[in-house]
């Protein structure tokens, strides 16, 4: 989880690789509208996130000896809807500095997601909650020491579980 231009992707891939467990891109759930939305400058709101919500619910409920999905997952609410799939689900959150992480949208190619719209991700971002089962990483990281560091966090007897946000 994390704002736009946090890494999601890179690390969700790899984290996926490590753990040997499929792997979906967020982004590819969001319906044409949605994508449009976006494209043209506008942030989303709820009444556009939850169809995409529901949709990433239902691929973690099909999943249920493990995966990896990237979903912004910005508000408690949307974890909530995404931990109500039916299955266990551990959080990843990528946070960092709001410029590197603008300066990383600014310099990608592709991504319908313009740099603009990042203020509203911040805006809306709520950290994981202390009864929120995950780990918070900086992304100044290596996207490899991240998931080292999710890695060992999900090792059972590591000590890590449910690490220190």
Not at 20 to 33: I, L, N, Q, S, T
Not at 43 to 52: G, K, N, Q, V, Y
Request: proline share 8%; glycine share 12%.
């Amino acid at each position: 989880m994390g704002v736009s231009g946090s890494g999601k992707s890179t690390v969700g891939t790899l984290l996926a690789d490590r753990l040997g467990v499929p792997y979906a891109e967020g982004d590819d759930f969001h319906p044409p509208a949605n994508v449009a939305k976006m494209a043209a400058g506008h942030a989303l709101d709820d009444e556009d996130r939850w169809p995409w919500l529901r949709s990433i619910a239902a691929w973690i409920h099909d999943h249920p000896s493990g995966a990896v999905v990237t979903c912004s997952a910005l508000k408690r609410g949307y974890r909530d809807l995404l931990r109500g799939a039916g299955v266990p689900v551990w959080f990843l959150h990528l946070s960092g500095d709001p410029e590197l992480i603008r300066a990383r949208v600014a310099a990608r190619t592709g991504h319908f997601m313009p740099p603009e719209l990042l203020g509203s991700q911040y805006a809306a971002l709520e950290p994981l909650g202390a009864d929120e089962p995950g780990l918070t990483v900086d992304v100044a990281h290596t996207p490899q020491d991240i998931v080292a560091a999710a890695t060992a966090a999900l090792t059972p007897g590591s000590g890590q579980e449910g690490a220190p946000r």
